[in-house]
């Protein structure tokens, strides 16, 4: 597997493309569109949230057929607790994006993020998608559609997040690309945890496409804390069109590059996230080993990076170790206080439940990515998590921007 | 019930003192004991984290037999994370305290607050204590001994936290009397929230009174939030000396009447806490009515004063109802999201689960109290919390202060 340039249109076939369709006040772009003339398999993993976006109550529906091939999203509004003409408005978007492209709606999938409970301008968004469906349609997109697609779906992101990797697998090639957003709201409460679109031209069932997704899904995205809150929009969908001819069989040799190659992208686009959390200045690491199974081990990871008081100690560079065995007492994990042990970047912090003072310690926090070990002692289960600091600008945005 | 001066020492038989004895960098008070020289029932209620301090550990023991007779207490340091070493320094202050008061060290409580991790000065302190127990026994302690007692808790506390009221039960006068810690690692995720120490002279039996504690507990300090973060030491005591004569059984109009004014001083406890949280400028009390259950009603309770977003939206007075639906939503409580009702002031927020937008809603938010009622039309299960506002004090405070 190697890194390549691109994001979504890296894969054979895909195309994007995105504009300001009058959605966002700031009058950046604001509306999206990926496309493949292919139809692709397809699957998608949503918010937790019972309270749930219009785009994401639509999109559960049209991802059981295993079949899209075509992604619109917009930016600057949620289409959120916006009752039943919220509903119609998110259908709306489908059927103009079908109708552009020429296409069965039953093939289209929908994502918006943005302001919750405000209706979307519809009358605006429209134009706007009939325009970006005239422009892939003959070709006419930027050359760059993959970029303005990832740049259409920010808001408080101030890192465009683009990826892509290309695989050999027996001779031919198979690549996999993705877009992102997402810099607040994220939490681990959720099971997809913001907006990302992954492509692929590799050949795979539905059905292993969505379980390869989950097991991806599961290790990366939801194990990022940026603020325990938990969207209602958040969606994660995978597209692949085939078009490298080269099958993914469960099981198959192919199938562990493959999925390891998924893992990566969504890996990767985590790692982005948080470093691109609201306000952060540094990001954060925790690998819990010693747990007595994993979903202890996950449950530590995830109770130290989504403390507050952890989270403005990283921002502080003081390493109190205390506020950390605090969440490793809280997190509801099985654990002996007496045998943890905990380390940063390889400087030892606490050993058997007790501190440890190091003039070194203070040094380490200064990093900007830090990384801390937590060994339980009580199993050989492990897991990790990644987060970032609590910083003035967290408290800023969040008390001015509405999401 | 009436509300009177005074504190601990406002019931009958109760003495307490508070002084300087070197924890403190500050300077400030750091050592309190509290007295009956009349053997009393006790019970306590103590966190739920599995990182327990050691006189967390020691209390636990201790409060089984039901008997007590004096409480000490320091601030500056947790005791926490200290090993062997730290529970040999918790029952040499409790043998210190039950020496100095000629008293068994069975009856002798213990706890600290402070900073985790640090071993604590018991040179300092074990002088500290015996002059305590001198000026006690002498009665030369100050006459305002309660107040130094309360204030020799505190850590990032910038108030006192002191409540006493009076009954009157067939013609004789019962008084509870409280104090309090608490500005920080306060979270619904433990059973006790953090340090407070409730006196009276009722005459009830240590079975019935730790029922009633639990009770009042759950009801006020359980539904407080400040942030998210469980603490190691939190620690609730009660101790009834029955000097007033009056005899508290099950079930009668007195209980009843005792165990409303226990509640009235663990609520008000509780809103001091929240009022004086790290950084807080507002006070938040949501009230959720309509559930299916009261766990569920407390469950959104509490997930809406915990939301590091809801609480950024508090501080910049902007009434974003979306960030409560996503809550809501989020809770794990059961819900009809097209049901929900909010409101703030009086104000309809939120209407079948649309946004309503009033122009009277933001000027509500700008009010140092702000009630929020939700209603989610499934039942009639009601329950409330207590919360406050993020802020960047918050964040100063915990990015700078060692706790």
Chains 1, 2 share one sequence.
């Not at 779906?153 to 990826?163: F, L, N």
């Not at 679109?197 to 590799?202: R, V």
């Not at 199993?379 to 969040?398: H, L, P, Q």
């Amino acid at each position: 597997m190697k890194r390549i340039k691109g994001g979504v249109t890296a894969p054979k076939g895909f195309y994007a493309a995105g504009m300001f369709s009058g959605i966002k006040r700031s009058h950046k772009k604001d509306l999206a569109i990926i496309f493949s003339p292919a139809v692709c398999t397809a699957a998608g993993t949503f918010t937790a949230n019972k309270v749930k976006a219009a785009p994401v109550l639509v999109d559960q529906q049209q991802v059981k057929s295993g079949r899209a091939q075509a992604i619109v999203a917009n930016a600057g509004n949620a289409n959120c607790c916006t009752g039943a003409k919220g509903l119609q408005n998110a259908w709306a978007m489908i059927k103009a994006t079908a109708k552009g492209l020429h296409i069965s709606p039953k093939h289209v999938l929908v994502c918006s993020t943005g302001v919750i409970g405000v209706q979307l301008p519809i009358a605006k968004v429209k134009p706007g998608i009939a325009e970006l469906c005239r422009q892939l349609v003959k070709g006419e997109h930027s050359a760059k559609g993959g970029t303005d697609a990832a740049d259409a779906i920010m808001t408080t992101d101030v890192v465009r997040k683009e990826i892509a990797v290309e695989l050999n697998l027996k001779g031919r090639i198979v690549r996999v690309g993705a877009m992102a957003k997402g810099a607040g709201m994220i939490s681990p409460r959720m099971h997809a945890t913001m907006l990302a679109f992954i492509t692929t031209d590799a050949k795979i069932s539905a059905q292993l496409l969505r379980r390869t997704l989950s097991d991806a899904v599961e290790d990366t995205f939801n194990s990022t804390v940026i603020d325990n809150d938990m969207s209602t929009n958040d969606t994660v969908l995978v597209l692949a069109n085939g078009m490298s001819k080269v099958k993914i069989g469960p099981k198959s040799g192919e199938y562990h590059k493959f999925a390891a190659a998924l893992k990566y992208v969504c890996d990767q686009l985590a790692q982005m996230m948080v470093a691109d959390g609201e306000g952060a200045t540094k990001v954060v690491v925790v690998e819990v080993a010693g747990a007595k199974n994993t979903t202890d081990a996950k449950k530590i990871a995830k109770a130290i990076v989504s403390s507050d008081l952890f989270k403005c100690m990283v921002f502080g560079g003081d390493p109190n170790f205390g506020r950390m065995l605090a969440a490793i007492g809280y997190s509801g994990a099985f654990v002996k206080p007496e045998r943890i042990a905990i380390d940063i970047e390889g400087v030892p912090l606490v050993r058997k439940g007790i501190g440890i003072f190091s003039r070194q310690a203070p040094r380490m926090m200064r990093r900007k990515q830090i990384r801390f070990k937590i060994n339980l002692g009580v199993g050989r289960a492990k897991a990790k998590a990644y987060g970032c600091d609590m910083t003035f600008d967290y408290v800023r945005i969040n008390s001015k921007y509405r999401t």
